[in-house]
Structure formats: structure tokens, C-alpha cells
């Protein structure tokens, strides 16, 4: 059970959630039967080392809900007390959503990340709220809420996505949504910056972009980057939000710019592979087996990922005078510790 009520989540969420937040991507034996015990440990074992503050168990791939509780609970016992684990309750429906995060609730995870699944299609703010309520109302634990592009919410429902209106109403009758993974209306940075200023005093508003993550922490105080493909770049998200919250701005402009051809790549690689308004998961992973993480085989259907866009991601590294894995990419659909 989590270690506050829910009407303490966001004094607890204020005092504890500090730092980024990793994605820990299921991995599986070579026959695709089950998952990979030493591979999750391996990837848990070394987002602890890189520093990161916790790590979100994806759901978003081709994995049961008796299998994925399996998986946090593995990543739960590897990375021990120190650093939390995030769950992600995206699922096919709402009544999975609650059964599967009642179920991680117990097995020890401390947050949760609401998504919204691709056949939801509410046609008004208020079934937006309801679904959303009904979901925090049946779990004691902190909600990360999340407007996205990726729900399908703008500009039916706002331009924004999701408007500040109905984050209002939320805060008000959710008391345990503690952050907000301010993404509404991306590229633009208004969303978080709309964020910061009508909820900041309230709940922690999170910034998961890197390339928002550094310049906004500049000019506004960001103490959580949850949840990103943060494990591209190694340990250096830890490490440079820990230059931005001791003022030291221009080191971390400094990173900035040595890492700009790294970001570059990401973000090229991101507009051809992330289609049908999904997250290419094979794509982070291989970003994060760059970096030392285990990599290895996902299930079908599954996001692909090719020759140009692995080549361009491994160059951006090392344009950024990085020390990726010149490993053959052919390891990376094994897998460092295949099973």
C-alpha cells in the first residue's frame, strides 16, 4: 500500500517525486512465451544506477495483465526502496484500467500514469471528466494525469486538447491527481507553461520533453520529468536537472547544446516512426540498449524499427561525444541477457 492517503498524495508527491523518470520496457525469452526476468532486472539494475528518481512500467505493448504485474513486481524488488516505480494504467478499457492498477496498487507501485485507450471517444469535456474521476476515485494511489495529442481530444474537444478548465474541475474533485505531465498541445510549450501558472502552487507539473525539460527549467522551477524515453541519453537527464535545481544554468546550457545533435536525431526519427499516433516502443527500446539496457525481442504487433533510423540514432550519440553500444544491431533483437 502507498505510504500517504489520498488526501496526502500531493504533500507526498511534493516532498518525494524529485528527479526524472525512466521507461522500463517489458522484456521477453527469445521464444516469446514469457517475460524476461534477468533482462527486466538487468534494465531496472541500471536506470538505479544512471540515478533516476523512477522508472514507469510500459504496458503499452503486447503483454497480459498477469504477465505485467509479474513485471513490476520484478522491477519493484530490483530497484529496492529509494526510487519509485510508475505504473501505467493503459489498458483497453476503464474497467481493465482499475482491476489491473487495483493489482499494482499491491504490488508496489507508488504512481500511476492515466491513458486514455484509442476507443475512447468522448464528444464533451464532462465525459473526459468522468472517465477520468471514476478512474482516480477507485485507486489510493497518486495520479499522474496526462493531456496528450496522442487521445485524439483536440480540436474536437479543445485546441489545447485538454483545456485548463477542465484540469480545474479535476484538481478540484480528484484529490489525489498530484502531477500533471503537461504535454497539451504539443509542440507548443504553452501547455506547460498555461500548467505552471493556473497549477503550480497545487500539484507538481511534470515536463517529460528534454528539449522543454532544460529551457523551461530555466526560467520556471521543474522538479520532475516523468515519464520519458529519458534513457537515451544515459545518466545525463539525472545529472542535469541536478545543475538546474543548484541555479547552475549555464552548465546545463551547456549540456544542452553538446547533446543538440542527439535531440536532433531523436526528433527526426520520431516523425517517421511514431504513426497511427502510437509510441514507438521497439524505438525507445533500442534507444535505451544503445545505452547499456537490455534491448531484446517484443511481441507481435508491434512498432518497427530499421537500419537508417538505428544508424541515425547511434550517430546523434555520438555527434554528441557519447559512447553508445557499436554492437551489431543484430544483438539488439537478441538482447544483452537472452533468455
Known amino acids: 500500500m502507498p505510504a500517504y492517503t489520498r488526501g496526502e498524495a500531493r504533500d507526498w508527491a511534493r516532498e518525494t517525486l524529485i528527479g526524472a523518470v525512466n521507461c522500463t520496457i517489458p522484456s521477453f525469452t527469445q521464444d516469446l512465451k514469457s517475460i524476461n526476468e534477468q533482462a527486466i532486472r538487468h534494465d531496472a539494475r541500471l536506470a538505479k544506477q544512471h540515478d533516476f528518481a523512477g522508472t514507469l512500467t510500459v504496458s503499452e505493448v503486447n503483454i497480459t495483465p498477469d504477465e505485467y504485474i509479474n513485471f513490476l513486481e520484478v522491477v519493484v524488488d530490483e530497484v529496492g526502496p529509494g526510487m519509485h516505480v510508475v505504473h ?79 484540469m480545474r474541475r479535476l484538481l478540484d474533485g480528484c484529490p489525489n491527481i498530484a502531477v500533471i505531465k503537461a504535454e497539451g498541445g504539443y509542440p507548443s510549450i504553452q501547455g506547460p507553461i498555461e500548467c505552471y501558472r493556473n497549477f503550480g502552487d497545487e500539484v507538481i507539473i511534470s515536463v517529460p520533453i528534454e528539449n522543454d525539460l532544460i529551457p523551461l527549467s530555466q526560467l520556471m522551477p521543474i522538479q520532475y520529468s516523468a515519464t520519458s524515453n529519458h534513457e537515451y541519453l544515459g545518466d545525463l537527464i539525472p545529472k542535469v536537472m541536478n545543475l538546474l535545481r543548484d541555479g547552475k544554468c549555464d552548465e546545463a546550457s551547456e549540456f544542452y547544446w553538446s547533446t543538440h545533435a542527439a535531440r536532433t536525431a531523436f526528433q527526426a526519427v520520431s516523425q517517421k516512426l511514431n504513426g497511427g499516433y502510437f509510441l514507438n516502443r521497439q524505438a525507445w527500446k533500442f534507444e535505451g540498449w544503445l545505452q547499456g539496457y537490455n534491448g531484446g525481442p517484443l511481441r507481435l504487433p508491434t512498432t518497427r524499427i530499421h537500419d537508417g533510423e538505428m544508424l541515425q540514432l547511434r550517430k546523434g550519440l555520438l555527434d554528441s561525444g557519447l559512447q553508445p553500444s557499436m554492437d551489431p544491431f543484430r544483438d539488439f533483437f537478441i538482447g544483452r541477457n537472452p533468455a
Request: aromatic content about 16%; hydrophobic content about 40%; charged content about 20%.
Open 88 to 166: 501505467h494504467a493503459s489498458w483497453n478499457t476503464l474497467e481493465d484500467s482499475v482491476a489491473v492498477t487495483e493489482r499494482a496498487e499491491a504490488a508496489g507501485a507508488e504512481v500511476v500514469l492515466l491513458s486514455y485507450p484509442p476507443n475512447f471517444y468522448p464528444e464533451s469535456e464532462q465525459e473526459i471528466y468522468d472517465y477520468t474521476k471514476t478512474f482516480c476515485d477507485s485507486t489510493n494511489l497518486a495520479v499522474i494525469l496526462f493531456p496528450h495529442y496522442l487521445w485524439g481530444f483536440g480540436p474536437r474537444i479543445h485546441q489545447s486538447d485538454f483545456p485548463v478548465r477542465l
